[in-house]
């Protein structure tokens, strides 16, 4: 049964990571990766390892997907083409690395010599749970605690920095933009009363007298009604 | 299924990280392979703490999600500023560092 999950998992992993790799629209890439990640997360569970499968899904194939596709659907996936594709040098040559790679990380692992790498692991200790939350809970705030609170401080960053590189400048078009009216103003009707229209008059009628003696005229009629 | 398979797959699935970030010019994409060699890298850190029956290996794997959680995050700022400043998003355009 752990074979036959594992192969369907393993294919899967693959054939979303060569999907990802090979794919034309990034929108398609993305989804690709939602498939690999939740194939790992079929491996993770395979290796015993429950609480990095649940972050694995919820976190990475959740939120950290639906950032992507938000800047995918922003950006607009397909760019145009500014260049002519990659030639068949640059094609061959990349392929070339990228085997070279795996024929040296096959000699790394399987040709290691580990004695355990023809095992299914070590046998298990059945009373603490292996991998679940209460060990991991437990490893992370006692023995890697700084790793921890390092970890939680690199978010912040990373959040302040995003925050700081996505922001709207000034300049390149986009002065338009940078102008925004309170919501007030747009719900006021005209004619009410600001400070603006105290000194500059309402925006359909023109001002023929200074400010203050057209108010003055206007309290002098008043007045002279109420007498 | 024995662990040499485990790390048969993961190291399949880093190289294929590997060549999309060597092949592709799109910075979205390029990104994403990285999380594939990033995800490549938590399956072999995964399978070695099966191996040895302990948790450091997991708490090792959750440190490189948030990483890569990082990663994202800095990655894609850096691709919504592109977008504003209206520069060309392609990472064979953008060389202005490299001499």
């Known amino acids: ?227 | 299924m024995a662990i040499g398979w485990y790390l048969a797959v993961s190291s399949l699935v880093f190289c294929i990280g590997a060549a999309g970030v060597l092949l592709r010019r799109n910075p979205l994409v390029v990104l994403l392979c990285i999380e594939l060699m990033l995800n490549a890298a938590n399956l072999a850190l995964i399978t070695f703490s099966r191996m040895h029956g302990d948790g450091d290996g997991q708490i090792f794997a959750i440190i490189v999600m948030v990483v890569a959680a990082c990663e994202v995050c800095i990655g894609l700022g850096l691709v919504v500023a592109l977008y504003r400043r209206r520069l060309p998003i392609d990472v064979d355009e953008l060389r202005e560092l490299h001499g």
């Open chain 1, 1 to 227: 049964m752990a074979e036959v999950l594992f192969f369907i998992a393993g294919i899967g992993a693959v054939a979303g990571a060569i999907g990802v790799a090979s794919l034309r629209n990034p929108f398609y890439a993305v989804l690709a990766l939602v498939f690999h990640l939740l194939s790992l997360a079929a491996l993770f569970l395979l290796l015993r390892a429950e609480f990095v499968a649940a972050a694995q899904v919820v976190v990475y194939a959740g939120a950290v997907m639906v950032l992507y596709v938000f800047v995918v659907a922003y950006v607009g996936g397909e760019i145009r083409p500014t260049r002519p594709p990659n030639t068949n040098r640059v094609r061959f040559l990349a392929f070339l690395v990228a085997g070279l790679l795996f024929v040296e990380l096959a000699i790394a692992t399987l040709g290691s010599g580990l004695k355990a790498i023809d095992t299914d692991g070590a046998p298990l200790p059945a009373e603490p749970g292996f991998g679940s939350p209460e060990q991991i809970g437990e490893l992370l705030l006692t023995r890697f605690l700084l790793a921890f609170e390092l970890a939680s401080f690199l978010l912040l960053i990373a959040a302040v920095g995003a925050v700081v590189l996505a922001r709207r400048r000034g300049g390149l078009g986009e002065a338009a933009d940078e102008r925004t009216a309170p919501v007030r103003e747009a719900l006021r009707p005209p004619g009410t009363g600001t400070m603006l229209e105290a000194v500059q008059g309402l925006p359909h009628e023109p001002v023929t007298a200074p400010a203050d003696v057209h108010e003055s005229e206007a309290l002098a009629g008043r007045r002279e009604g109420k007498e």
